[in-house]
C-alpha cells in the first residue's frame, strides 16, 4: 500500500481529462498500484457526472434521434466508436516487457541503467523513461526546470524530503533540489516523466547534463 | 427546481439505470430516446464549453453510440448513469482530441488503458463505498461557496488550463488553486474516503 499520492489538482485534473496524457500515464501507473487513489478517481468522476447534469443543455433536433437510430446499427457508420472496456490492467502492460530483467536497459553510469519511452510513446514535449538505479546508489544532485513525476514500480529510494517506496507518486519541481538514493536491499526501479530538462547542480557533475539532457 | 440545481437524486438515478437496463436488454429503442433527449443536448454543451464546438456532433454521436452498444457493461453499483456517461465523454473527447493532434500525443496506448471507465465489478472497489461516494458528492456540491464551485466546473467542464481560468476571473494563480484545493477538501475527495 502505498503513502504517497498525487496532489487533489493533479487528481482533479487527470478526472477531468486535462492532464497531459504524458503526466496522465504517471497518474494511471500509481492508481494500478493504489487502491487509495482509484476510490479517489471514483469520486472525481461522480463530480464529472454531477457536473455534467447540472449543464445548460443545448439544443437538439427533434429528427436528430431518428437520424440517428437510422445510423446506429449500420456498423460502418460508427463502427470507430469505442465500446469501454473492461481494464483492470497495467496501463504499462502494452509498453513493457513482462519482467523488468526483459528490457533492454541502457546503462547511463555505472549504478544508473535508462530505458529511454518517449521515441516509442511519440509524447512531445515530455520526456517518459523508466529508471533503475542500483540498490543503494545515489543519484547525482539536480533540480528541474519543470515538473517530474515519478512512479515507483519496484524497490525504493530515499531523498532530502522522505523514503519513498513501491507504488509511491513523487512529484518535484524547480524549487526542489535533490539527491535521491535507492535504498540497501533491492534495485529500484521507476517511471519518471519529465517536462523539461533535469539539470545536474554539483560542481563536478555538470559534465553529465549533456547526458542527461532531454533529448 | 432545487433538484434541477443539483442533479439528480437516487430516484432519477434508478429511472436511468433502469432504462439502460431495457436498452441493454430489449435493445428498447423507446427508452434508448429518453436517455438520449436527456444527456445529448448536454454532451453538446460540453464540447462547446470545451472549446470543440465544431466537434459537438460528432461527440454526441460517438458517445451516443457507445452507450447504445456498451449498456449491457453498465453496472449500477460501480456508478450512477450520468457518472458512467461522462467517464464515456471524457474518454471521447480524449480521442477526438488526440486525432485532432491537439495534445501533443501520439502513443500507442488507448485512452481507455489511462482512463479507465467503470464497467465491470472490480473487487478493490467496493460498490457500497461508490454509492456512498455518488450522495456524499451531491450533497457536498450543494455545500460549496460558489467562487469554489465556479473554478471546479471551470477546470472540470470547461477543460480549461489554471491559467486560463485564472485570468478569466481575473484572480492571481495562486489564489486559483487554493480555491481548487479547498473545494477538493470540501468535496472530501481525498483519502479518509473510507471513512464514508
Ligand atoms: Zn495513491
Redesign the interface.
Given at each position: 500500500m502505498s503513502n504517497h499520492h498525487p496532489d487533489d489538482i493533479t487528481m482533479l485534473d487527470y478526472a477531468a481529462g486535462t492532464l497531459p496524457m504524458a503526466q496522465s500515464l504517471a497518474v494511471a501507473a500509481h492508481l494500478f498500484l493504489c487502491e487509495t487513489c482509484r476510490t479517489r478517481t471514483t469520486q472525481l468522476n461522480t463530480l464529472g457526472g454531477a457536473v455534467l447534469e447540472q449543464s445548460s443543455p443545448q439544443q437538439i433536433k427533434v429528427q436528430e434521434f431518428d437520424r440517428f437510430m437510422d445510423g446506429i446499427d449500420d456498423e460502418s457508420v460508427a463502427a470507430k466508436a469505442a465500446v469501454p472496456k473492461a481494464k483492470n490492467g497495467n496501463p504499462l502492460a502494452k509498453i513493457l516487457p513482462e519482467r523488468f530483467s526483459d528490457i533492454n536497459w541502457r546503462q547511463q553510469t555505472k549504478e544508473i541503467a535508462e530505458y529511454d519511452l518517449t521515441k516509442s510513446l511519440g509524447l512531445k514535449g515530455y520526456r517518459v523513461a523508466l529508471q533503475k538505479i542500483k540498490a543503494g546508489a545515489r543519484v547525482p544532485e539536480h533540480t528541474h526546470k519543470g515538473r517530474e513525476l515519478t512512479v515507483i514500480l519496484s524497490g525504493g529510494f530515499s531523498d532530502e524530503l522522505g523514503v519513498y517506496h513501491e507504488g509511491d507518486f513523487v512529484s518535484r519541481d524547480a524549487t526542489h533540489q535533490h539527491t535521491p538514493t535507492a535504498l540497501q536491499n533491492e534495485d529500484c526501479i521507476c517511471l519518471t516523466v519529465l517536462d523539461a530538462p533535469i539539470r545536474f547542480t554539483g560542481p563536478l557533475l555538470r559534465w553529465l547534463n549533456p547526458l542527461f539532457a532531454w533529448r | 427546481m432545487e433538484a434541477a440545481?443539483?442533479?439528480?437524486g437516487s430516484d432519477e438515478a434508478k429511472k436511468w439505470g433502469r432504462l439502460l437496463q431495457q436498452v441493454a436488454h430489449d435493445r428498447d429503442?423507446a427508452a434508448?430516446?429518453e436517455i438520449?433527449?436527456y444527456?445529448?443536448?448536454?454532451?453538446?454543451?460540453?464540447a462547446?464549453?470545451q472549446g470543440i464546438g465544431q466537434q459537438?456532433d460528432e461527440l454526441?454521436?460517438?458517445v451516443?453510440?457507445?452507450v447504445?452498444?456498451?449498456a449491457d457493461?453498465y453496472v449500477d453499483t460501480?456508478?450512477?448513469p450520468?457518472?458512467?456517461?461522462?467517464?464515456?465523454?471524457?474518454?471521447?473527447?480524449?480521442?477526438l482530441l488526440?486525432k485532432l493532434g491537439r495534445?501533443?500525443?501520439?502513443?500507442?496506448?488507448e485512452?481507455?488503458?489511462?482512463?479507465?471507465?467503470?464497467?465491470?465489478e472490480?473487487t478493490?472497489?467496493h460498490s457500497i463505498?461508490?454509492l456512498a461516494?455518488?450522495k456524499?458528492?451531491?450533497h457536498s456540491?450543494k455545500q460549496l461557496p460558489e467562487e469554489q464551485l465556479i473554478a471546479?466546473?471551470k477546470?472540470?467542464?470547461e477543460?480549461?488550463?489554471?491559467q486560463e481560468v485564472a485570468t478569466e476571473l481575473n484572480v492571481p494563480l495562486g489564489t486559483l488553486?487554493g480555491r481548487?484545493?479547498l473545494s477538493?477538501?470540501k468535496?472530501?475527495?481525498?483519502?479518509e474516503?473510507?471513512d464514508l
Open positions: - | 440545481k443539483t442533479g439528480m429503442r434508448f430516446r438520449y433527449e444527456f445529448a443536448p448536454r454532451i453538446k454543451a460540453y462547446i464549453n459537438a454526441v454521436q460517438e451516443m453510440t457507445s447504445w452498444r456498451s457493461k460501480l456508478a450512477s450520468s457518472t458512467w456517461i461522462f467517464t464515456i465523454t471524457r474518454n471521447q473527447r480524449i480521442d488526440r495534445l501533443k500525443a501520439e502513443i500507442n496506448v485512452t481507455e488503458d489511462l482512463w479507465q471507465i467503470p464497467t465491470e472490480d478493490t472497489i463505498q461508490a461516494a455518488e456524499h458528492i451531491r456540491i471546479v466546473r477546470v472540470y467542464y477543460g480549461k488550463t489554471h488553486k481548487l484545493r477538493m477538501q468535496l472530501k475527495v481525498m483519502l474516503s473510507k
